[in-house]
């Protein structure tokens, strides 16, 4: 019989491999779907490439690799006969067949008991032998049997409480040296200091410099100057800006070149202001919160729907998906775009093909897993009733068991790597998390079918020199609408005040709190408070050549077929305090946005001229025109608060000046962002002070940037150097912020071709009312003069929508907490809370924090 065994597997042998140190063996999950061990088929587990599959996929590994040798590996589950004693130990057949295959925990282990078998079976004649069969089988097939069986499954490294690698202790963190540069950090407001990137910055705690990261292959991070900034200086430490929580920052060693713990982060930021260890308190069950407790329990309650007799629900589209371990924030967002059926058009719709032409490496592939995920959640297959035999011991014993759900690991692992955030176990952010995966259904989205054009719309700016009163018209593509939530427009701002009298007189006299007041805000107000003017940080005007006040308001400039809108709930305080504010809003399920349709240039207004900043004339030059010409209108009073404060007095006067006088705290915000500029404490300079001048660059010596937002020419010439079409060229720079490595990866996956068409794409309703008209009329001339006149593709409609889901956040910060969500299925909300799907009764819309509307038809 060896000598038979050893014959039949002879032509196998040179495929058997043996797992090597970074050989990943996926023994416990399919890489097409949630099969695993202990599904009824089992799993089979490729000899050379160790990926795992289903009974329904292992034939086109198969006929696609020509690997014929797999291990087939099959956990039978059992319910623990009790005995005498009151029940048996939870014995294991083949024990070390499965040494390092973890238990599935939804079943308890006191009450169920494992049998484990693995064979081998040789494809295509499906020739299966047992295992173990140490004397029958070759050397070598033995040794990798052995191999895969011990080796730790595909995720188990990453498990039980971390997905990221682990971080160890930089060598300069204890003897790092902080200048004494009386830098200090603002709780927002960040820019980096040598472009405008206002996200992934980095505060290097050195010297204080605040710059932007490394771009990422997800589309999102900086122009890489926190990097330069190192070459530059050798200065080894920087901290990521908004992952400053109690418990720690994200840490970089540039000169280890990898993330590190720094045990004094607390003392190096607050070199710079910055006072972590106050930021929040801890409560005994781990829960970040603050002193205000009893309305974040009343909060859980609420958006969890405790205490209800909530059904459970099965079936296609009511698959509930297992939490990681502060995974939730992906789950509700996953659940609400295979809720859209772009999307499930897209990845279940297109399953086959998808699978068909998937890589070798299916574990790896963005659209094979998301068509794995979209088939779990929308395929009914794994969110089955209960048998009826079940469900009556269930009412006796009145214990209702829920779904299993689906694991999202291996889409959680490929969709975060490379992501210093994600990647992470802890809790994050569900909006930037949205916005992540829609980066990446972009970036993997080449040919003309791309889901994420549904959430895709124009956002009109126009900007207007406060002096001058002449404007400039921009448009730039947005997913998701951000909307404040303005506490003075509160419906019961009267209880409010007298809570917080309350309050204040209990804490002076040692009392006990009152019950906190949740504030009610309309959604109309929050409405309003986007459509204000606000402020431009480092508006230079080109009708006056110099920095002035400027304002700006935003309307959309086409109405997406689905609308994302994010309440801003969160914020820092004065002293860097996180916190998130207590409101509910009074969200409509109906919505109308037409008012708020951009209608571009008007007849009445004059543009801005596309003039660049002037050159800076020598010191003598300054001096000898200022003598001669009166000085510029400045709030005096302002201007000696601030130098009272100890900044220098010319830089004060620039800064109240270039606030347009709006008071000393704008002129603060001012004076912290420009304090490293050379010319920060020198003579306030005007156009009209210096001449007529040549103009120069985009970047003036000053730091201001024009805001015609045309990319830098030195960009467009590389860009062009390679035969890419000018046109082409600056409408990549545009959508990529003038990144480089972004912008060549853009035009590969927008060819110029697909985009000839576009503007026959731009409206799915024709449009039926006035202003949508005059938006149309307007389109050409509200873009930049080198924009190509297809622009990017949008689904332009009526702006009426309905709401048809919420994800909901319970805790004090995003960087803790929960999240569930709603979906509005058939009529009918249901609640998905992690792998527990039921109809909602009572669906807490007015404690959401991302909503998401679908637009009504013109009928």
Known sequence: ?????????????????????????????????????????????????????GREHVERHYRKTGQSVYMHLKRHVKE???????????????????????????????????????????????????????????????????????????????????????????????????????????PSGWKCQKCEMRENLWLNLTDGAMLCGKWFFDGSGGNGHALDHYKETKHPLAVKLDTITPDGADVYSFEEEEAVIDPQISEHLSHFGIDMLQMQKKTENGLHTDNNARPRVSEWEVIQESGMKLKAVYGSGHTGIKNLGNSCYLSTVIQVLFSIPDFQRMYVGNLQRIFDYSPLDPTQDFATQMAKVGHGLLSGQYSK?????????????????????????????????????FSSNRQQDAQEFFLH????????????????????????????????????????????????????????????????????EAEENMRTPPEPVRARIPFTACLQAFTEPENVPDF??????????????????????????????????????????????????????????????????????????????????????????????????????????????????????????????MAFNWIIAHMEEPDFAEPLMLPFMLGPGPSISAESPTG??????????????????????????????????????????????????????????????????????????HSDSTLSPDRDTSGPRVKDGPGRYELFAVISHMGASTMSGHYVCHIKKEGRWVIYNDHKVSFSERPPKDLGYIYFYHRLSSS
């Open 704 to 777: 201001a940037t024009p805001l015609d937002n045309s990319p830098p020419e030195e960009s467009i010439a590389i860009l062009t150097s390679m035969g890419f079409p000018r046109t082409h060229t600056i409408q990549a720079l545009k959508a990529t912020n003038n990144n480089l490595e972004r912008a060549l990866d853009w035009i590969f996956t927008h060819p110029e071709q697909d985009e000839i068409d576009t503007l026959s794409n731009m409206a799915d309703t024709e449009p039926n009312d006035t202003a949508l008209s005059n938006a149309n009329s």
């Open 1 to 53: 019989m060896a000598t038979d065994l050893g014959e039949l597997l002879v032509p196998y042998m040179p495929t058997i491999r043996v797992p090597k140190t970074g050989d990943r063996v996926f023994k416990s999950e399919c890489a097409f779907s949630f099969d695993s061990p202990e599904s009824e088929g089992g799993l089979y587990v490729c000899m050379n490439t160790f990926l795992g599959f």
């Open 437 to 504: 995966m829609i980066n990446l259904v972009e970036r993997n989205s080449t040919s003309s079918e791309n889901p994420s054009d549904a959430f895709r719309f124009l956002v009109e700016e126009r900007v207007q020199c406060c002096q001058t009163r002449r404007v400039r018209y921009t448009q730039r593509v947005d997913y998701c609408i951000q909307l404040p939530a303005p506490i003075e427009a509160a419906t019961n701002r009267e209880e409010l005040l007298s809570y917080e009298a309350k309050r204040r």
């Open 80 to 186: 623990k006969s009790t005995g005498a004693a009151g029940g048996a130990v939870p014995r294991r057949r083949n024990g070390k067949v499965f040494l390092d295959l973890e238990l599935n925990r939804d079943f308890n282990g006191e009450d169920y008991e494992y049998e484990d078998e693995a064979k081998l079976v040789i494809f295509p004649d499906h020739f299966e032998i047992a295992l173990p069969n140490i004397e029958e089988l070759p050397a070598l097939v033995t040794i990798a049997c052995d191999a895969v069986l011990n080796a730790p499954s595909a995720y188990k490294k990453q498990e039980p409480e971390s997905w990221e690698e682990e971080i160890q202790v930089s060598r300069h963190a204890r003897s790092l040296r902080q200048l004494d540069n009386e830098v200090r950090i603002p």
């Open 540 to 665: 230079w005007s080109s009708a006056l050549q110099a920095k002035s006040a400027g304002v700006k308001t935003s309307r959309f400039a086409s109405f997406p077929e689905y609308l994302a809108v994010q309440i801003k709930k969160f914020t820092f305080g004065v002293d860097w305090v996180p916190k998130k504010l207590d409101l509910g809003i009074d969200v409509p399920d109906f919505l109308d946005l037409s008012r708020l349709r951009a209608i571009g240039l008007q007849s009445s207004e004059e543009e801005l001229p596309d003039l660049m900043p002037p050159i800076v004339l020598p010191e003598d030059s300054r001096d000898n025109s200022m003598s001669s010409l009166d000085s510029p209108e400045i709030d005096e009073a302002a201007v000696m608060q601030l130098a009272e404060m100890g900044f220098p007095l010319e830089a004060c006067r620039k800064a109240v000046y270039y606030t347009g006088n709006m008071g000393p705290e």
């Open 385 to 421: 009733p209960p048998m009826k035999s079940e469900l009556i011991e269930q009412v006796m014993k009145e214990e209702y068991k829920q779904q299993k759900g689906i694991s999202p690991r291996m889409l959680k692992s490929l969709v975060s790597r490379g992501h210093p955030e």
